[in-house]
């Protein structure tokens, strides 16, 4: 067996291309940090290269790269996820000028590997079953190839702890884990399933609290993110992890607070409820895309349907663990104007920060399928927008079903409404009064970033910032203070959370507003066609 050469590795992770719902430009401002999240799939594909090699990151998003970066390096890693296509393909032309080979991987390129052509190696799929043949081939003299993963068969249980130490803690309001891969549920337009498969698999118990160990030793304190796209798809599994879970946090005395994603059906599982609040989990991110139980079939998430979701979100505020939920608008079996249905149920379900996007069709995924079977699908449709645009403003790359201009109506009236400042703080007023935090610890570790700036001045510098707040802001805060001081502390991150999203919410109205007055341009599509098109879709 031959030894690795000594090589430098430079790994980039690139822009993302716009500010969208998820980056929370203002909220990090408040913080004093520079992104709310690190890059986790690059820091463990380090973890998988030999020891002989020399690493460096470079965050894009956070720090500049530099002439002498490059001049470093002998190969350059990069890719990411859609929104990043544009600055990655930037940073391959930047390399091919430098003379550097350069690697791209990740769920785009795994996704639209063509557009990823200029790159010298594209390693795609999971890396866990590629990395080593990449690694031979380098040693060998290669400085091109494609090296292609078979699907959803990496052994997740074989994956190094990440390379922690690559980061700069302090750049990024929050840390991230991966417990599981691959989701059992179909949704259509979700491309997890095509990623990762419908078998979620896991890593050890070992593996997991030997990477919480990692991150305790090396100091870290805080809100520490499962990225895991259901946490809850192998329950199997994570009976058994979650005991072991709880016990480290307490032996050490809850360094992390958690927060993870999963399926809403988590709500009908007591047991899931309460392993989950005593390891300390505070936040949940639920996909409920719309409240109309047929365009939830037709999508093919009926783990949704037959249920009172607002009521499911209710048992996980029971449980202790708010909900921030994602909302979809551009479905083909949405009813005519379905913006109050929508709007009713996030306020019944009292969820504050709701990420409501336009329907995009992401490559690769069952829906993308259908549309080119349809002839629905624009030229394009795997070209992220590169300037000033994301899934909110440039969603409905397609031809829906319903007229375009009622697609985009609605998603502004929702926007709307449900970021005015009255609305939002009521609804983080209610959910103060659906959480209950019994099981979870009150108190923040010592260490945590989210300690920096007291309650009070982040109410203030967001309220400042957004005059048009001040009073319902002001009001919420005094109303979960005169509770009890962790329902306070609770409803403070959701308050800064705002200082993104009211203003963002905003934007988005104006872009959509954009959007409308260029179809007013456009030639009227007469009535009876429309109903033509809806019937032979929806038939």
Known sequence: MTVPQPCNVLMLYPLFSAESFWSFGESCKLMGVKRPAAPLGLITVAAMLPESWTVRLIDCNTGPLADEDLAWADVVFTGGMMPQQADTLRLIELCRAAGKPVVVGGPDATSSPHIYERADFRVLGEAESVIAEFIAAWDGGARSGVFTAPKFQADVTTTPVPRFDLLKFEDYLYLGVQYSRGCPFTCEFCDIIELYGRVPRTKTNVQMLAELDRLYAMGYRGHLDFVDDNFIGNKKSLRLFLPQLAEWQRAHGYPFELSTEASVNLADDPELLDLMGAANFFGIFVGIESPD???????????????????????????????????????????????????????????????????????????????????????????????????????????????????????????????????????????????????????????????????????????????????????????????????????????????????????????????????????????????????????
């Open 293 to 539: 139980p047929a365009t939830l079939v037709a999508m093919r998430k009926k783990q949704n349907t037959r249920r009172n979701i607002a009521e499911s979100i209710h048992k996980i505020y029971a449980a202790g663990m708010l909900v921030t939920a994602g909302f979809i608008v551009g479905f083909d079996n949405e009813k005519v104007s379905m913006a109050e249905a929508m709007i009713d149920f996030i306020e019944e379900a009292a969820i504050p920060v709701s990420m409501v996007g336009l329907l995009y069709a992401l490559p690769n995924t069952q829906l993308t399928r259908r549309l080119e079977r349809e002839g629905r699908l624009h030229p394009g449709h795997d070209l992220a927008p590169t300037i000033g645009a994301d899934q909110c403003t440039s969603g409905i790359n397609f031809d829906p079903v319903r007229p375009l201009r009622d697609i985009l109506m609605d998603y502004k009236t929702v926007l709307e409404r449900i970021y005015s400042p009255a609305a939002y703080a009521n609804r983080v007023d209610r959910l103060m009064t659906l959480l209950d935090r019994s099981k979870q610890r009150h108190e923040l570790a010592e260490g945590d970033i989210r300690a920096r700036v007291g309650a009070m001045e982040t109410v203030h510098r967001v309220v400042t910032a957004i005059p048009e707040a001040r009073g319902p802001l002001w009001q919420t805060f005094m109303n979960c203070a005169k509770r009890d001081t962790s329902s306070a502390r609770i409803a403070v991150q959701m308050i800064a959370a705002y200082a993104h999203l009211g203003p963002f919410s905003r934007k988005v109205i104006e872009a959509i507003d954009g959007r409308l007055a260029a179809l007013d341009d456009e030639a009227v599509v007469p009535a009876a066609t429309i109903e033509a098109t809806a019937a032979r879709h929806l038939a």
